[in-house]
């Protein structure tokens, strides 16, 4: 309800005692609602004050109000310190909706700077992990000025015109970080464009023969139907989505492009050409650029890759025994490095990518010890039987972490050959790793296998003759799984070994060299007979 005007006397009673006044509510005594000010008084100037006794006297609740306004706020100044304002201030933003515009408003400044400085250490971060990064986005800006000169030069403008810009548009989308995959775009690009302008033509010749004024566009329409979808239903194809699913899609869209302009256009050979052409200068400029600038080969990431997982794998192994069983030398754990239990599950989802790397690399010319038509599918054999491996290796893991304690009087009835198999199938995973690296074909994992082997034999020994007959099953399930387990990864290990020397072989690496003992030259002097045992170990 709406409170009614405010009477002289009440004005009065105003002047006479300001705290009648509390945020510009006036309280009458013989009125228990409060009267707005503000709203009672809607064309109240705060700035103008009277001095006239006749305006006094004609507007007298006028001048009262405001004279009590202006004590009331006086005091309340002089009693509210600068810290009060601040929590007033604070308070009085988070109010409502204003109040939380305002306050972030006043926050801005601030959050812009850190998301700014964030973002740099972001971006340092990345270079700063593969500089090969900035010199890319270089590489790129280089291509497209480079392709960009078209627009700039009238010569060759005039040659192409506007179309000219389809080269600018095909750098953009042809250039990748590696040589292979912007070789497999551009090639694709070129070739699907090549192809789909020499049916477009031969469609668009027949639509004018047979077709005449009225057939044309139906005939054009049929043949944009059938191209489609048979070019479409193709890239279904495993075989031909992994290495051409780009190259038909291309297809399609010039295929479509030239047809169905051409019955609009008259000089559909010139389009044509012109289309061809700028396809043309826009795949083979980045190509260029990608393979004569600081070339990055995704052949040696995937070498890389498939080596260093198996090393990964080696690592965990190598600490996984000592880890297990507790083994410690002066109070300190012999597998110092804590890393190796984690760095291992990037293996177990490393399949698409050393798949999308195989069907890229293949595209790359030949470069360094990688000649063209390298075995670049057995890798993806080594990388399966490293995974295998990696499963048994995380089902190992998760005894390190368990909840069951095992006692350890069980656990000490089988660490002798569990810990011989962890470490020499350690070291036979690191060994393989380091020959795929340096493309040698080396025997030093054999032997490790051997031992391993040897391992696996003395531990079902063990387990044939009950060596936990007078233990509680419950407590020997556990340790009786890790030995299952290590059983199965002594298999997997010589499987990989297996999958390596086989890549070896078919990619021509060469024989590692073994190291000959030289033979000690005696002196005239003296007359000495030495007898060697070739039979003892050293």
Known sequence: MTPGPISPEDALKVNSNPSLISDNVVHDESNPKPHNVIHDIPNLEFNDVVHNEDAIRDEPYTYAIRDAIHRALYIVKSEVTSADFVDMENSSCG??????????????????????????????????????????????????????????????????????????????????????????????????????????????????????????????????????ASVTFMRFFPALKARYDYGMLIFILTFCLVSVSGYRETQVLDMAHKRLSTIAIGSCTPIMVCICICPVWIGVDLHNLVAGNMEKLGDFMEGFGFEYFDIKENGLSLSDNQYFLQQYKSVLSSKSLEETMANLARWEPGHGGFKFGHPWQKYLNVGSQTRQCAYKIEALNTYLNTDIQVPTEIRSKIQEPCIDICTESGKALKELAAALKKMIRSSSADSHIACSKAAVESLK???????????????????????????????????????????????????EQPQLLQEPVLSEEFNVAITIDRNSQI
């Open 95 to 228: 109010g409502g909706p204003f109040g939380r515009v305002v306050r972030c408003l006043k926050a801005v400044p601030e959050r812009s700077w850190g998301e700014v400085l964030e973002a740099a250490s972001e971006a340092k971060k990345l270079g700063e992990d593969d500089p090969r990064r900035i010199v890319h986005s270089f590489k790129v800006g280089l291509a497209l000025t480079l392709v960009s000169l078209f627009y700039y030069c009238r010569p060759l403008y005039d040659g192409f015109g506007v179309d000219a810009m389809w080269a600018v548009l095909t750098v953009i989308v042809v250039f990748e970080f590696s040589v292979g995959a912007t070789l497999g775009k551009g090639i694709n690009m070129m070739l699907a464009t090549l192809l789909a302008v020499a049916l477009a033509v031969g469609v668009h010749h027949i639509s004018t023969l047979w077709g005449g004024e009225v057939g044309e566009p139906i005939l054009i329409a049929f043949f944009v139907f059938v191209v489609a």
């Open 461 to 511: 020994l063990s387990l044939k003759r009950g060596i936990w007959k007078d233990a509680n099953l419950l407590e020997t399930i556990p340790s009786a799984a890790v030995a299952s387990l290590l059983i199965e990864v002594v298999a997997c290990v010589e499987k990989i070994a297996e999958a390596v020397h086989e890549l070896a072989s078919v990619a021509h690496f060469k024989t």
